[in-house]
């Protein structure tokens, strides 16, 4: 008899609440348990970066894995003939454990391998893992679904906080077992996976999460709420492609962040943000497993059938990083570069597209999709819906980013800038938000020559923002 635990975007072996019961049943009722990763075809079509790192996390989690003697056994192809070759094995599951999936696809997939598990007569045992609170952890006195954070937060700070789950790693490796000979078809599918990985990735797995959270907690954290809108001070945990593919738990990061909080004497307002940040990624689960469809249409009904601009030059332009404003540009080009964008860049150029470019925020949310390393459905959409003013907590559409005022205040000395355009690299502080204001002798001196090294700005923001106003107040009056 074997306990089966399915790992989907829980690629950890600690604080895994699937893992833990399998391996508590297992002990009670005498059976093994194995790890189980199910790779679908469709993932050779539409192999991007974030498929990459994935795959290389998934890579770190079946070496440490086979270091405890568990090893990860993979089966392929369409999901029921997967699993039915899970269950013509020469063993018998007993039961399938797995993290679920509130939200989009995962979330109708769990439902049907769930039921068609069941038709078989294999008891299945889901569990929400992946947020602190679940989209049904947090409701309003009355029952009902907050729409806006800041009381969700309020109600959400005032809930118990569930325990890490710690795996017992003696228990792991004895209860662990290896039938690796009976997957050989799933491994090579996971072999050929492998060999589309193209990008050396550093930090990648469960200790360098861990090291990176440590780091950030003890030596970044108090200073966190002055500095973390400023992308050229690295003042961010960058924990989100870990978070993502579950590779840390949001329960550890709770608690080791409270264990920080306690070692300061219970104060920390860098810490207090850092947790609340924690929460908007529950909250945003929670507003998309409440709008399934927000990935397709507007949240706030007011806005859907906006008359948005068409021209895919501006699309084009934002997606390069050729918009001719330095601090869109050059974040672009780190989306582009390392599939990680600072979390103020992401807010600047997705009003920039959405407000400046009057480009449909879908388009943005869909190429963030493809170029991010930490692309989470629920918020990357409450990301582009807020930003576009259409999403349930949205800033007000007459309240648009002024990318230039936003590059003067959060990298005054164009540093982040530079980092990422280079042919900025000489030009001085009070020209690297607007280069084209430089005179033709500056341009020269500086070594950048607008509309050649440099582009014009592609719009003119006041213009574009009168116009951004006008579009959404005609759709709201329609
Ligand atoms: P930190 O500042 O160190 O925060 C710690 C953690 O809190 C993050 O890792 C993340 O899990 C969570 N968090 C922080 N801010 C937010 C937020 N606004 N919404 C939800 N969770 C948050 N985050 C993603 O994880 N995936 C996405 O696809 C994504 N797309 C976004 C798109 C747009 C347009 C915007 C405006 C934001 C988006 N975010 C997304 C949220 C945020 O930008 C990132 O979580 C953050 O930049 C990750 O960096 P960090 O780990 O250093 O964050």
């Not at 924990?239 to 738990?249: A, E, F, Q, R, T």
């Amino acid at each position: 008899k074997v306990n089966v635990v399915w790992f989907r975007q829980d690629l950890r072996l600690s604080d895994h609440k699937a893992l833990y019961y399998a391996l508590k049943d297992a002990e009670q009722s005498g059976a093994e348990v194995m790890g189980l990763f199910h790779i679908h075809p469709s993932l050779n079509d539409s192999f991007t970066v974030r498929h990459d790192y994935f795959f290389r996390t998934l890579e770190d989690l079946v070496n440490q894995a086979a270091e405890q003697q568990f090893p990860i056994h993979f089966i392929s192809g369409e999901v029921e003939e997967a699993f039915q070759h899970l269950l013509d094995q020469d063993f018998t599951v007993q039961s399938v454990f797995y993290n679920k999936d509130e939200v989009g696809f995962g979330r109708e997939r769990d439902q049907s391998v769930t039921k068609w598990l069941e038709a078989q007569d294999i008891p299945v045992e889901s569990f929400v893992d992946a947020h602190i609170h679940g989209a049904e952890g947090v409701h309003k006195k009355d029952g009902g679904y907050y729409k806006v954070f800041t009381p969700y937060y309020r109600m959400w700070s005032s809930l118990d906080k569930p325990a890490v789950y710690s795996i017992d790693k003696k228990k792991l490796s004895e209860l662990g077992t290896d039938f690796t000979d009976q997957f050989q078809k799933g491994e090579k599918a996971f072999r050929d996976l492998l060999s589309n990985c193209t990008k050396e990735w550093n930090h990648i797995g469960e200790r360098s999460a861990i090291q990176r959270l440590a780091h950030f907690l003890h030596n970044k954290v108090h200073h966190y709420e002055e500095n973390r809108d400023f992308p050229a001070k690295n003042a961010t945990s960058m924990i989100s492609p870990y978070l993502k593919n579950g590779v840390l738990s949001p329960r550890t990061v709770y608690h080791k962040a409270m264990e920080v909080i306690e070692e300061n004497g219970g104060e920390s307002k860098g810490l207090e943000t850092y947790i609340s940040e924690i929460a908007w990624r529950d909250f945003y689960n929670m507003i998309h497993y409440i709008y399934p469809n927000s990935k397709h249409e507007e949240v706030s009904e007011q806005y859907q059938g906006i008359d948005w601009n068409q021209d895919e030059d501006y699309f084009e332009k934002w997606k390069e990083g050729e918009t001719g404003y330095p601090i869109v540009d050059a974040a672009m080009k780190q989306l582009n570069t390392i599939g990680w964008m600072h979390n103020r860049l992401r807010m600047v150029v997705a009003s920039f597209l959405t407000k400046d470019y009057l480009v449909d925020w879908r388009k943005g949310e869909r190429y963030f999709e493809e170029r991010l390393i930490d692309y989470d459905a629920s918020s990357n959409i409450g990301g582009w819906q807020w930003a576009a003013s259409t999403g349930t907590d949205a800033v007000p559409y007459f309240r648009v980013f002024n990318p230039t005022r936003q590059s003067e205040r959060f990298d005054p000395e164009g540093e982040f800038i530079k980092s990422y355009l280079p042919q900025l690299k000489d030009v001085p502080k009070k020209y690297i938000h607007e280069p084209s204001k430089m005179s033709a002798e500056e341009q020269e001196q500086y070594n950048c020559k607008i509309g050649e090294d440099y582009p014009e700005p592609s719009v003119d923001h006041k213009t574009m923002r009168k116009r951004a106003i006008e579009v959404f107040e005609k759709q709201k009056d329609s």
